[in-house]
Nanobody, 124 residues
Framework: QVQLVESGGGLVQAGGSLRLSCAAS????????MGWFRQAPGKEREFVAR????????NYADSVKGRFTISRDNAKNTVYLQMNSLKPEDTAVYYC?????????????????WGQGTQVTVSS
């Protein structure tokens, strides 16, 4: 079992930047690929980014490619999402999640552990 706690959300103007953090409890963090997802009001939760256990492999949703960067620090049990050139359509609650079985998937149903989410609001 791992517990995840996101932080770093807030209100930012379009074109601005935010860095989200997700801190994990326990000593198994480095065993899990990690993902970031987001959910806007009235919409389904969607994939944003994923990072492998070592951090050597990443992939992104097309909508954020080139603007967002996922990274991790296994010594600190933390995964990050650096978000640049933010747009109003990036407004959502952002969640981090751990893939216990390493499905190599961007499907949210393949992730086992979830944080409570952090709100990101981008004003135009």
């Amino acid at each position: 079992q791992v517990q995840l706690v996101e932080s770093g959300g807030g209100l930012v103007q379009a074109g601005g930047s935010l860095r989200l953090s997700c801190a994990a409890s326990g000593n198994t963090f480095r065993s899990y690929p990690m993902g970031w997802f987001r959910q806007a009001p009235g919409k389904e939760r969607e994939f944003v980014a994923r990072i492998s256990r070592s951090g050597g492999v990443t992939n992104y949703a097309d909508s954020v490619k080139g603007r967002f960067t996922i990274s991790r620090d296994n010594a600190k049990n933390t995964v990050y999402l650096q978000m640049n050139s933010l747009k109003p359509e990036d407004t959502a609650v952002y969640y981090c999640a751990a893939d216990r079985e390493d499905w190599g998937s961007n499907n949210l149903y393949d992730y086992d552990y979830w944080g409570q989410g952090t709100q990101v609001t981008v004003s135009s």
